[in-house]
Nanobody, 116 residues
Framework: QVQLVESGGGLVQPGGSLRLSCATS????????IDWYRQTPGKQRELVAR???????NYADSVRDRLTISRDNAKRTVYLQMNSLKPEDTAVYYC??????????WGQGTQVTVSS
C-alpha cells in the first residue's frame, strides 16, 4: 500500500524555521521524484519544490532561497527545510509523486502557520 505521510508542521513566528518530513512506503523511492505542494483555503494546490530521483532540485520563485528540499534514500524520506518564514507561507503542505498525483492520491498534509 502506498503511503506518503507528511509531518513537522506547526505554529511559528515570522522569520522562524520549520523542517517538514515526507515519509514514504509502497513506492520505489530510489527512482521517484518527490514534490512538495501547499494549499490555502479557496486556492489550488501550489507546487513549491521538487527533487528528482538523483537529487536535482527546483523551486517556485516565491520560496527560492528560503526553502530547501532534500532526500534521504536510506530512510525513504524527503525533507523540506523552511527558513525565514513569512505569513504568506501559511498553508497545508503535501508531498506527492507524479504517479500518485495522477491517480488522485493525496496524503493528509501538515499544517504550517506563520503568525506572531
Amino acid at each position: 500500500q502506498v503511503q506518503l505521510v507528511e509531518s513537522g508542521g506547526g505554529l511559528v513566528q515570522p522569520g522562524g524555521s520549520l523542517r517538514l518530513s515526507c515519509a514514504t512506503s509502497g513506492i520505489d523511492f530510489s527512482i521517484s521524484g518527490i514534490d512538495w505542494y501547499r494549499q490555502t483555503p479557496g486556492k489550488q494546490r501550489e507546487l513549491v519544490a521538487r527533487i528528482s530521483y538523483n537529487g536535482i532540485t527546483n523551486y517556485a520563485d516565491s520560496v527560492r532561497d528560503r526553502l530547501t528540499i532534500s532526500r534521504d534514500n536510506a530512510k525513504r524520506t524527503v525533507y523540506l527545510q523552511m527558513n525565514s518564514l513569512k505569513p504568506e507561507d501559511t498553508a497545508v503542505y503535501y508531498c506527492n509523486t507524479e504517479v500518485m498525483k495522477s491517480r488522485g492520491y493525496w496524503g493528509q498534509g501538515t499544517q504550517v502557520t506563520v503568525s506572531s
